[in-house]
Structure formats: C-alpha cells, structure tokens
C-alpha cells in the first residue's frame, strides 16, 4: 500500500514558537491531491487546506503555512506563532486516481501557555 | 460547516449484536463515506457510496455492511460486532469523487463490550 507517513507521533511547544509538522507521501500516480485535517479535542475533523499534484507552489493563510516539494515527496505544515487554540491531532492524507483518501497516522501538537 | 450529521454518536453494545450507524447529510453529495479512526491509524476507509445503491469496499470493509437507498442517508452495519470494531466511526461527504474535498461528520464512538 502506498503510504502516508507523519513521523511525529507527538510535539510539544510553548505558546508564540513556530512549529512543522511533517508529511511525507508514496505514490506511483502523476496526478494526486494531498490534505491536511485538524481534529481538535472536541473531535470533529476540519478540513484545512487541499493541493494537487500539479501545483508545487507554497501556500499561506494567516499563521498557516504549507510547502509542498514533489521532489521530496514531501507536504509540510507550518503554525507559525503558535497558540494553545491550536492544540489538536493534525492529519495529513493523500488522494490518489482512485476515491480513496489515504490518511497518515497523525501528529498530536501540544501547545502550552 | 457542511451538514452531515451522525447518529447515535455514542453507543455501547455486546459483541454478536448487530449494529447500524446512520449518516445523514443535507447537501445533496453524490458521494458519501464511512472511516474509522483507531490510534496510530489514522483514518481507514471502510466503504463508500458513489450513488443511490452504488457502493464499493474501502480498505477494512470486513465485518461491514452498508446500504444507500436514498441521496441524503448512507447506513453503516456492524452484521455482529466483535471486540476488533470498538472505534470511532466518521461518515464523510464530498460532491464528486476523486477530485474533491471530503467533509466529514462529527463522529460516532462504539464500544463494543
């Protein structure tokens, strides 16, 4: 199966620290879209940003970043000055030809005050 | 917010009963999906529905079944539940297939005792 992998099981920062969570992706396919879900301690999934496999350029919204690197197989997502409302499991997922959504395992981000 | 809504989102049964969870959306998508979520899993696709009585297995579709006999209603059956199926089950919706985001629902947890 191809895999999406988030290495970081668990980070932990301080209030107003930038942080990364890192995906990395396999895929045997030319066209592909990849996703971030935030899952807050409430539960719900809450989709954040989608990119497709032709489009490698980086993406900012407000505290949040992504870059996006084929070469890599990599989609990597930046919370700059942290806050503790951004406490959750982050997950990052793959899209592929198929209807399948392939998620990585996630990444739990503790933000302390 | 997208409307879908699960029901029950909590519900507790003995293992060899049968179990259905409903989702319901409000949207209108051709589409509609049924995940689990276990801890170091991520999200799992279990099956999905591609139209009124159109479904395909995901990647843990064993011991599940679902039915679809209306647009807005996508049922999820646990035939006769076992220990294995306590989790966190996640309907999602999305307009088309592969090419579209999915939204997802606010979840049900099982236990199965």
């Known amino acids: 199966a191809q895999k999406v992998t988030q290495a970081q099981t668990e980070i932990s920062v301080v209030e107003k620290e930038d942080v990364t969570l890192d995906c990395v992706y396999e895929t045997r396919d030319t066209t592909y879209y990849l996703f971030w879900y935030k899952q807050p301690p409430s539960g719900e999934l809450v989709f954040l940003i989608r990119?497709?496999?032709?489009?490698?350029q980086n993406e900012i919204s407000g505290r949040y970043s992504w870059n996006f690197q084929k070469s890599t197989s990599s989609f990597n997502f930046t919370i700059t000055a942290s806050q503790v409302v951004d406490s959750a499991v982050y997950f990052c997922a793959r899209r592929d030809a198929g209807n399948m959504l392939t998620f990585g395992g996630g990444t739990r981000l503790m933000v302390k005050p | 917010d997208a409307g879908i809504t699960q029901s029950p989102r909590h519900k507790v049964t003995e293992t060899g009963t049968p179990v259905t969870l409903r989702c319901h959306q409000t949207e209108n998508h051709r589409y509609m999906y049924w995940y689990r979520q276990d801890p170091g899993h991520g999200l799992r696709l279990i099956h999905y529905s591609y139209g009124v009585k159109d479904t395909d297995k995901g990647e843990v579709s064993d011991g599940y079944s679902v039915s679809r006999s209306k647009t807005e209603d996508f049922l999820l059956t646990l035939e006769s539940a076992t220990s294995s199926q306590t989790s966190v089950y996640f309907c999602?919706?999305?307009?088309?297939?592969?090419?579209?985001?999915?939204?997802f629902g606010p979840g049900t947890r099982l236990l199965v005792l």
């Open positions: 999602a919706i999305s307009e088309q297939g592969a090419l579209e985001t999915q939204y």
């Open positions: 990119r497709n496999s032709f489009d490698e």
